[in-house]
């Protein structure tokens, strides 16, 4: 199956920094979301994002298809932004399999 | 609109008990995906089901474990008989059609289990 890799696995910021988080998919795709994973275990969809750039308040996405990456920008954190975030694909020709990767654990402090 | 809804939020069950998972999906919803999470093994797809059909149980992983979607707005998960090893957090999701099509993925607040 496909393979899906995120980097820092681990993250700790200061409230106020910026970041970007990686996500590594080993064949082509037509699905490409990101999720954050609240403290308390909830997942909230942030982008459909299988190609090109997105931007929904402080959070922007970009993906690039033929490079088979996509990635997750945080600006100005804020402690809200704590918890996990997570990568998902779906491999051309695998209609719903969304396959997720291992994740970035954010921990933004004051 | 409500989201997906899952029940219970938390179970607690000895070995060897049967456990049953249930999920409404968001309505309108024609695809449902069953996905379990633990620290070993992230978010696995366990089943998903399209317009009610099974499409794909490849990530069910023994056969104790069984879906079932009699209708567009009810799922259930069962495991009989469940064992420590299944204790997890199972999440419920639902999309408008397959995800492959482009389509977002909406999670319920998942089931907790603990089997002792």
């Known amino acids: 199956g496909i393979q899906v890799e995120q980097s820092p696995p681990d993250l700790i910021l200061q409230e106020g920094a910026n970041s970007t988080l990686r996500c590594n998919f080993s064949?082509?795709?037509?699905?490409l979301q990101w999720f954050h994973q609240n403290p308390w275990g909830q997942l909230i969809n942030l982008f459909y994002i299988p190609s090109g750039t997105k931007q929904n308040g402080r959070l922007s996405a970009t993906t690039v298809a033929t490079e088979r990456y996509s990635l997750l920008y945080i600006s100005s954190s804020q402690t809200t932004d704590s918890g996990v975030y997570f990568c998902?694909?779906?491999?051309?020709?695998?209609?719903?399999?969304?396959?997720f990767g291992t994740g970035t654990r954010l921990q933004v402090t004051l | 609109d409500a989201g997906v809804i899952q029940s219970p939020r938390h179970e607690v069950t000895e070995m060897g008990q049967e456990v049953t998972l249930r999920c409404k999906p968001i309505s309108g919803h024609n695809s449902l995906f069953w996905y379990r999470q633990t620290m070993m093994r992230g978010l696995e797809l366990l089943i998903y089901f399209n317009n009610n059909v099974p499409i794909d149980d490849s990530g069910m992983p023994e056969d104790r474990f069984s879906a079932k979607m009699p209708n567009a707005s009810f799922s259930t998960l069962k495991i009989q008989p469940s064992e420590p090893r299944d204790s997890a957090v199972y999440f419920c999701?639902?999309?408008?059609?397959?995800?492959?099509?482009?389509?977002?993925?909406?999670f319920g607040e998942g089931s907790w289990l603990t089997v002792v």
């Open positions: 999701a639902s999309s408008p059609r397959e995800t492959g099509g482009g389509n977002t993925i909406y």
């Open positions: 064949d082509s795709v037509n699905n």
């Open positions: 998902a694909v779906t491999r051309t020709g695998t209609a719903s399999k969304l396959t």
